[in-house]
């Protein structure tokens, strides 16, 4: 009895073993979005659909990376600028000064480059900036992670968007 009551035991072990087993070879469910991810996502696809480019994907991974960085940079370099060109990610981000600001105020302040750039010939219009634009809808970059610290001291925040694969490449088109 013993002997056939362990033998069940094993077998119904073995049953629950194979379902998690099962379970965890599944890809595992998404969490949701937080709301400043969800806004940045959005503000930046509705910019990518108007000329064209497919939707970014957002990336907990990159998220992170700018979470670390603007985190730095609030407690390291008082919300000063990063230094961006030197990483593996596209980037872009927005320092502002005596007031909150959203995900859409942020990336509606990077398309207001989009003024001055020029698609029939890939080009900007002197003596102004299109870069940040041009990173918002570069159809190459597939995943987006954003974050954002507030200086409580100065009450100034900095954001910052990364991409990946980083676009702006000297040559190529956005989009």
């Known amino acids: 009895m013993a002997h056939a009551l362990l033998l069940v035991l094993a077998v119904a072990l073995a049953t629950v073993s194979s379902a998690h087993v099962a379970a965890a070879q599944l890809s595992p469910a ?8 969800t806004e940045y996502l959005k503000a930046h696809n509705q910019a990518r659909a108007a000329v064209g480019v497919e939707p970014l994907k ?3 991974s990159l998220a992170n990376a700018t979470s670390r960085l603007v985190r730095y940079q609030r407690d390291n370099k008082a919300c000063n600028f990063a230094n961006l060109t030197s ?3 596209g980037g872009n981000q927005l320092w502002a000064s005596g ?23 890939n080009s900007c219009v ?33 954001s910052i968007c990364f991409y990946n694969p980083p676009g702006n490449v000297i040559g190529e088109s956005p989009y």
């Open 30 to 37: 998404t969490p949701p979005l937080s709301n400043a991810a």
């Open 58 to 60: 957002w990336s907990e």
């Open 87 to 89: 990483g593996k990610y």
């Open 99 to 121: 007031q909150s600001v959203t995900p859409t105020m942020v990336v509606d302040t990077w398309l207001k480059e989009k003024d001055f750039y020029n698609h029939t010939d």
């Open 126 to 158: 002197p003596n102004h900036s299109c870069g940040v634009y041009t990173q918002v809808v570069w159809r190459k970059s597939v995943e987006l992670g954003c974050a954002q610290a507030t200086c409580v001291k100065d009450q100034s925040s900095l």
